[in-house]
C-alpha cells in the first residue's frame, strides 16, 4: 500500500524533506534546499490506485 518513502520537493525536485508538522491530519513536508513547504503528494507518484 503506503510505501514509507519520503516524497521529493515538488519544486526543486530535492530528496531531502522533512517532517514540518500535520495539517488537518496531513502529514506536511518542508524541503531542506528550498524551504517549500507541501503536504503529502500522491498524485503523480507512480503506482497509485488502480481501478480495475
Ligand atoms: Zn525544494
Redesign the pocket.
Same mark, same amino acid.
Given at each position: 500500500m503506503n510505501l514509507l518513502k519520503k516524497p521529493v =520537493?515538488? $519544486? *526543486? &525536485? #530535492?530528496v531531502r524533506?522533512v517532517k514540518s508538522g500535520h495539517v488537518r491530519g496531513h502529514q506536511r513536508w518542508l =524541503?531542506? $534546499? *528550498? &524551504? #517549500?513547504q507541501f503536504p503529502r503528494t500522491n498524485g503523480p507518484v507512480a503506482g497509485g490506485k488502480r481501478r480495475r
Open positions: =520537493c515538488p $519544486r *526543486c &525536485g #530535492y524533506v =524541503c531542506r $534546499r *528550498c &524551504g #517549500y
